[in-house]
């Protein structure tokens, strides 16, 4: 039984050192940094939208004169 | 088909993707690290595919049954979007395992060696190139009717190989890729923290509303040629 609980706490401390190894971009979004990559995707995105209302747009100009 | 709520519903769906999930607190995975917020996007790819193939059969089954020639002209868009979002899986896919699965032991060479024969590339491949035939057999055939019925018919056959290509072996192989054995790898409860699915099913709707809205231009478009070319 002690063996067991003591390979269980055992596991428990690896997990938790292991999570605290894996490196993220922590730095990178205390320094904010992330909020850069967020806005371009949203740039490219808006610039898709933006094409493709265009588009529609034409298309129903279209639809109107046949 | 025309109305609008629908479209900015993906477009907020897919401005909230952006932003939650670059932000959200993600589950710490070695080896995977940061990468695992690709969920949001490599994944809703093939989600997208799948949902946009399942349509394209339906409207093929429906022009079977009706003679109208604007499902199968729906059948042949929906095929082709659903096309191109395997394709943007494929490349996004790509760039991921190149950063997650490259053993660092081993020569690239080595390493290619053992991701080409992976099971999931391979099925996803049969089953883009099974629709690639799709689109060359239909745009072949310039008698109208018969190449909406070829098509139809041949569109039915396409989705069926989608289940032993996709659905059933790559899930009995062994492979790098997670969600084998396990079941599906985007629905399993077990896999996806509960913060990353408050982002991936939206994600998911997002991406295919977007999809179907492209799929709609395309299909009026198509219509506005043949008004043209019966004229």
């Given at each position: 039984m002690k063996k067991i609980i003591s390979l269980l706490i055992f596991s428990l401390f690896t997990l938790v050192i292991s999570a605290q190894d894996v490196t993220m971009a922590d730095t990178m979004r205390s320094e904010g940094k992330i909020n850069v990559v967020i806005a371009v995707m949203l740039t490219i995105l808006l610039g898709i939208v933006l094409y493709l209302i265009r588009l529609e747009r034409k298309i129903s100009k279209l639809e109107k004169n046949n | 088909m025309y109305k609008k709520w629908w479209k900015i519903l993906s477009v907020v769906l897919l401005v909230y993707t952006f932003v939650a999930g670059l932000l959200i607190n993600v589950p710490r995975q070695p080896q995977l690290q940061e990468t695992i917020r690709n969920l949001f996007f490599h994944v809703c790819m093939w989600f997208g595919m799948m949902i946009l193939f399942t349509v394209s059969v339906i409207q093929s089954v429906k022009y079977l049954r009706t003679n109208n020639l604007k499902h199968d002209i729906a059948a042949r868009h929906y095929a082709v979007v659903g096309i191109l979002f395997g394709l943007l899986g494929y490349a996004t896919g790509s760039i991921w395992m190149s950063y997650?699965?490259?053993?660092?032991?081993?020569t690239l060479f080595n390493s290619f060696g053992s991701i080409a024969r992976e099971p999931k590339l391979i099925g996803a491949a049969i089953a883009l190139l099974v629709y690639a035939a799709y689109l060359v057999l239909r745009d072949s055939i310039p008698d109208m009717d018969k190449k909406a019925r070829i098509s139809s018919v041949y569109n039915i056959f396409a989705y069926a190989m989608l289940f032993p290509s996709i659905w059933i072996i790559p899930r009995i192989l062994p492979s790098l890729?997670?969600?084998?054995?396990?079941?599906n790898p985007a629905l399993?409860?077990?896999?996806?923290?509960m913060n990353m699915r408050l982002v991936f099913y939206p994600a998911i709707v997002g991406w295919t509303l977007l999809g179907v809205w492209i799929v709609t231009l395309k299909i009026r478009l198509s219509i506005l040629q043949e008004k043209k070319l019966s004229q």
């Open positions: - | 997650t699965w490259i053993d660092s032991n081993k890729h997670p969600g084998g054995s396990e079941g399993n409860f077990k896999d996806a923290s």
